[in-house]
């Protein structure tokens, strides 16, 4: 069976590594890729490539970018006094979608999770709290998902954040429990920024 | 609640099972190692994806096969649930009404049957975890609230734990944890001092029956008290965790007292006292589910015969509400032996197959 070669094998294999795609799927779209014509499968790969190769991430809030500062972190009309923490760059594109936020964005890459290992060095925390002296930030909102990790995230930047100069708050959670703010639809996010109270 | 037919295929030494109970009571009989147990556990590991005997599924297959599949037709008062259980090569699937479950841990609530089984005396004479996963059992499958805050609470405390574990432990970590370590707590010390203060009248009047008047309590022994602010306690014990290095106070550390007589039943209890005291509990949770669900579960007895005397048999069956379904194994193959004073539908279990007799 066609299924069988190695070559295809690597195929359906990298298509399994997606979010979302079982086993029956990723066939699906092996096979996909493989009747196409020739000249759609070349731009799949050519445009994984091309997009990989020129985007980054921005070196100072850590979001997806294809230029850097990203367009945000360079955009003067952006309030530099307010910056929300997400954990990934998808929460950020969600928050930004719906078009009321003008703060700056933080993208941690990640939530504390010991149990992973993964602790405040590898969130790379001490850049985030020398970003936000330098940029004189005022209020800082943590949008961590509604996990036992991202809650646990919001209460230690809180923690360690909240002050004189500081204000901590956290987005309020009409975003459903366990869920992540990419699933979250435009109105909850707004009610949810607009709803946010202090750790 | 009545268990209309249960079918299961690849489950222990079984061979392919067609079983449907009568609605009142229905002996398996069959000599020892014929099947009988593993019936009634198929029957419990489809309403709760859990054996009583055993928490490596690989054990439930049967020899040479490599999974199996077990369903069960419930009929409720007000509707019918057919439950699906599934297990191949460690994928373990779940179904409700033909509708796959997203985690596993949603089975419960849906069926609820009670087991009594010989193992239940470890209720009164195993360990403290023992009777926590008692609680935790039969508070998850009547309320959602508590399966989520047992499950939350889990999790966070995992957590806790292997922060405790690393070499250097900041304070500012470990308090990260402790509010949603606290909601879910409190959240399991007031539903299971609500569960055990009902449980304890109840089984106090089942083992008054069936033991000529005796006194039986159970009482909630929480490692916290009630009402106590758990993100305070957590705080002021951290100290002593990370000399500990794990979390030392909270509800993972509860247990239930059992006293007979005024005695601690574990230590000073005889073997027919302990066996009639855990007995007791399963009744008792019987009435309690009954109370809040508004029906009975399918209660199932494994070797009550032998576990009790002749005249603890008969003060049994006369608390036992007729109207609860009740399946009962014994050794007894002859169909006339029936000491219960009720009629019977009656099976025989041979070497992994079972008719009517
Ligand atoms: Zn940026």
């Known amino acids: 069976m066609v299924l069988d070669a190695p070559s295809v094998q690597r195929l359906v294999e990298a298509f399994r590594r997606l979010p979302g795609i079982g086993k029956r799927t990723a066939e699906r779209l092996a096979l996909h890729v493989l009747t196409a014509p020739a000249d759609e499968a070349v731009l799949l790969s050519e445009s994984v490539k091309e997009a990989r190769a020129a985007i980054t991430t921005c070196s100072r809030c850590g979001n997806l970018t294809d230029i850097n500062p990203c367009a945000i972190c360079s955009d003067d009309r952006r309030d530099a006094k307010t910056l929300c923490i997400v954990e990934r760059p998808a929460g950020a594109m969600a928050i930004e979608k719906g078009g009321t936020y003008k703060g700056r964005y933080h993208v941690l890459h990640g939530v504390l999770n010991p149990l992973e290992g993964i602790g405040p060095s590898e969130l790379r925390l001490d850049r985030l709290y020398k970003r936000i002296q330098d940029e004189g930030v005022r209020e800082v909102i943590v949008a961590t998902n509604a996990t036992a990790e991202g809650e646990a995230t919001a209460m230690y930047l809180s923690g360690q954040l909240d002050g004189d100069d500081v204000k901590v708050t956290r987005i309020a959670h009409g975003v459903p429990m366990g869920g992540g703010l990419e699933f979250a639809d435009d109105a909850t996010l707004t009610h949810a920024l607009q709803g946010r109270r202090s750790v | ?357």
């Open chain 2, 1 to 357: 609640m009545h268990l209309r037919r249960l079918q299961c295929d690849g489950f222990r030494c079984l061979k392919a099972i067609d079983f449907s109970p009568g609605d009142g009571l229905t002996f398996l009989r069959g000599k020892n190692a014929q099947g009988k147990t593993s019936v009634l556990e198929s029957i419990l590991y489809a309403a709760t994806s859990k054996s009583h005997r055993t928490n490596t599924e690989r054990d439930l297959v049967g020899k040479d096969g490599d999974g199996f599949r077990i369903a069960v037709d419930t009929q409720g008062l007000e509707r019918s649930v057919k439950l699906e259980a599934f297990w191949r090569q460690g994928i373990k699937r779940f179904k409700v009404n033909g509708v796959a479950l997203e985690r596993v841990s949603d089975i419960l609530g849906h069926v609820s049957i009670i087991l009594f089984s010989p193992e239940d005396t470890a209720l009164v004479r195993g360990g403290a975890s023992v009777r926590r996963a008692f609680m935790d059992m039969e508070l998850s499958q009547l309320s959602p609230v508590y399966l989520n805050a047992l499950q939350d609470y889990r999790k966070a405390l995992r957590q806790r734990n292997e922060l405790l574990r690393q070499p250097r432990v900041s304070r500012d970590l470990l308090e990260a944890w402790d509010p949603q370590l606290a909601r879910a707590g409190s959240e399991l010390i007031t539903q299971r001092a609500a569960y055990l203060e009902e449980l304890s009248e109840l089984a106090q009047e089942a083992y008054r029956t069936l033991s000529d008047g005796e006194a039986l309590r159970a009482a909630y022994k929480p490692d916290v008290e009630p009402g106590e602010d758990l993100d305070d306690l957590f705080r002021q014990s951290a100290d002593n965790d990370i000399r500990r290095r794990q979390t030392t106070r909270g509800p993972h550390r509860d247990d239930i007292t059992l006293t007979i007589e005024g005695q601690p039943a574990r230590s000073h209890g005889s073997q027919g006292q302990q066996k009639t005291a855990a007995l007791c509990l399963r009744l008792a949770d019987l009435e309690l589910v009954k109370r809040r669900n508004g029906e009975y579960p399918v209660l199932m007895l494994d070797e009550v015969f032998s576990e009790l005397d002749a005249e603890r048999v008969r003060r049994l069956f006369e608390y036992i509400d007729p109207e609860v379904q009740c399946i009962v194994t014994t050794t007894e193959t002859n169909p006339a032996w029936n000491p219960t004073g009720r009629h019977a539908t009656q099976f025989l279990m041979e070497a992994g197959q079972l008719r009517p007799i």
